[in-house]
């Protein structure tokens, strides 16, 4: 089964990486904060994650995707898409060396999304699930 983490504390941002991934995963969900991250790591065990940069909380995204990549479990291996506002390439260098696995720069999109995910899981299929209902 196929399942997402969108990691964003912008609701508006969150609605729409949740519509871009509404066809291409299973189940989908999404977190504002560090502690919902690791609460989701261990209890829905994502097929991949999507984190924004700025987070209004402790931890900012870099840091974040640096302590998962830490650990010593099956999430240090989870693909991390940064989907960020940010479009330097000092941000996507600074991302990639912290362990992110792809970058998305904001507004997301359904096909950016299914392009970084074919290049990241294995046997990830790109046609479009059906719609699941709200």
Avoid: W
């Amino acid at each position: 089964m196929s399942r997402l983490l969108i990691v964003d504390d912008s609701p508006t941002d969150t609605y729409l990486a949740r519509k871009c991934a509404a066809g291409l995963f299973e189940e989908v969900r999404a977190v504002h904060n560090a502690e919902g991250v690791f609460r989701e790591l261990e209890a829905f065990r994502p097929t991949a994650v999507i984190m924004d940069l700025t987070l209004d909380d402790l931890m900012n995204g870099i840091s974040l995707i640096a302590e998962i990549r830490d650990r010593n479990d099956d999430a240090s291996v989870v693909p991390i898409i940064v989907c960020t506002s940010r479009a330097m390439p000092a941000d996507k260098q600074i991302a990639a060396n912290a362990g992110a696995s792809a970058y998305i720069v904001k507004p997301i999109t359904a096909e950016a999304l299914a392009q970084a995910c074919s290049h990241l899981i294995p046997g990830f299929a790109t046609a479009v699930l059906p719609p699941t209902p709200e």
